[in-house]
């Protein structure tokens, strides 16, 4: 069995939680996009931002909001 991948280390979220696994709450990744709250919920809507629903907790990947970014840039 191979071993387990090395998990990323946590990181303080600005809502003083933790963030594990590369996932971001929508606010975090707002203030990342330096982009609002609702629009960063639009995004998801319309399918260019993926979220992951965490019992009642919505999170995005970090790596999709950097690619969007990046995306952004070019």
Request: net charge positive; proline share 7%.
């Amino acid at each position: 069995r191979p071993p387990e991948p090395a998990s990323a280390p946590p990181v303080e979220t600005s809502e003083g939680g933790v963030e594990m696994n590369g996932l971001l709450t929508i606010r975090d990744a707002a203030k990342l996009l330096a982009l609002s709250d609702s629009m960063v919920r639009k995004l998801m809507r319309a399918r260019k931002l993926c979220a992951v629903r965490i019992g009642r907790s919505v999170r995005v990947r970090a790596d999709d909001v950097n690619a969007l970014m990046s995306a952004g840039r070019g």
